[in-house]
């Protein structure tokens, strides 16, 4: 019994690391609005920072992030590092769905954008009935033990049903190509409820789960848009979502505070999820 003891420590240990635990989030920000007042970015700007830092955040996914709200947070959090384009122009006009990643925790392999159009490689279009234009900001990130992800991030349109349909339809379409195998993890703001047929098509597609739906753990509110406040507390919706594809494990789930003793973070609440990979 004694020899076999090595023997089973080695195999427990080669066990325990054969795992990649993360950390992801999802947070619409919400755009810099001056009529926001004390809500303003300004204003938000350091919380939102700390809420990231806090919770030990690996890799995130933003929305409604304007170009001096995207150099903000890169001063911000210099231990991040980050890919993402303006969506009006596929520069810096317009809103940013940045995809932000531990400097330390991983390598990036590859990264794009694509628009949520029929054209979605020209920057700037807009798709079917949708009220603006939108897209996805995709990484392959390494982790630097070994682990590769495909991580994307995105945000339907508020207005066109077709557009979120088919904006759903694409997005499943383009990831099938990324991931090449790979583990996913989908963040974003999908304007729409948990019951809807826009989750419903994400869920379909027999790729992803509903990180909420298969976490070991829950906590926080059932809703992730309050408006700062605004809305009562019976009517907010949840709108907000982390996917992730299946065989990638979920320990924790969690719907952050949308404010802090100082104020709030933004009219969103920010998702966090602890997932784990098996290697």
């Known amino acids: 019994?004694?020899?076999?003891?090595?023997?089973l420590a080695a195999a427990l240990m080669t066990a325990c690391g054969s795992t990649t635990e993360l950390n992801v989030m999802t947070f619409n920000v919400?755009?810099?609005?001056?009529?926001?007042?004390?809500?303003?970015?300004?204003?938000?700007?350091?919380?939102?920072?700390?809420?990231?830092?806090?919770?030990?955040?690996?890799?995130?996914?933003?929305?409604?992030?304007?170009?001096?709200q995207y150099n903000d947070l890169k001063g911000l959090l210099p231990e991040y590092a980050s890919v993402g384009v303006g969506r009006e122009d596929g520069k810096e006009q317009g809103e940013f769905n940045a995809v932000f990643f531990r400097r330390d925790r991983f390598t990036l392999?590859?990264?794009?954008?694509?628009?949520?159009?029929?054209?979605?490689?020209?920057?700037?279009s807009r798709g079917w009935d949708a009220a603006c234009e939108r897209l996805a900001t995709w990484a392959v990130l390494k982790e630097k033990g070994g682990t590769e992800l495909l991580f994307i991030n995105t945000h339907l349109d508020h207005m066109g049903r077709v557009a979120r349909r088919e904006g759903v339809t694409?997005?499943?379409?383009?990831?099938?190509?990324?991931?090449?195998g790979r583990p996913v993890v989908l963040t974003g703001d999908f304007n729409a409820e948990p019951g809807s047929s826009v989750v419903g098509h994400v869920l379909a597609c027999?790729?992803?789960?509903?990180s909420k739906a298969v976490a070991a753990t829950k906590a926080g509110p059932d809703w992730s848009f309050a408006d700062y406040g605004s809305i009562p507390d019976g009517e907010r919706p949840l709108i907000d979502y982390i996917f992730v594809s299946k065989g990638?494990?979920?320990?924790?789930y969690e719907v952050l505070p949308d404010h802090n003793e100082e104020g709030f973070v933004s009219d969103h609440a920010p998702l966090k999820a602890a997932i784990h990979i098996e290697k």
């Open 1 to 7: 019994m004694k020899k076999l003891i090595p023997f």
């Open 170 to 180: 694409l997005l499943i379409e383009r990831i099938g190509k990324l991931a090449a």
């Open 248 to 252: 990638v494990g979920v320990s924790h």
């Open 109 to 124: 392999l590859d990264s794009g954008s694509f628009w949520l159009s029929e054209t979605p490689e020209v920057a700037g």
């Open 30 to 68: 919400r755009y810099d609005n001056p009529e926001d007042g004390r809500n303003n970015w300004k204003f938000r700007k350091e919380r939102v920072a700390e809420v990231i830092r806090d919770n030990r955040i690996d890799a995130f996914g933003t929305q409604e992030v304007l170009i001096n």
């Open 206 to 210: 027999g790729i992803f789960n509903d």
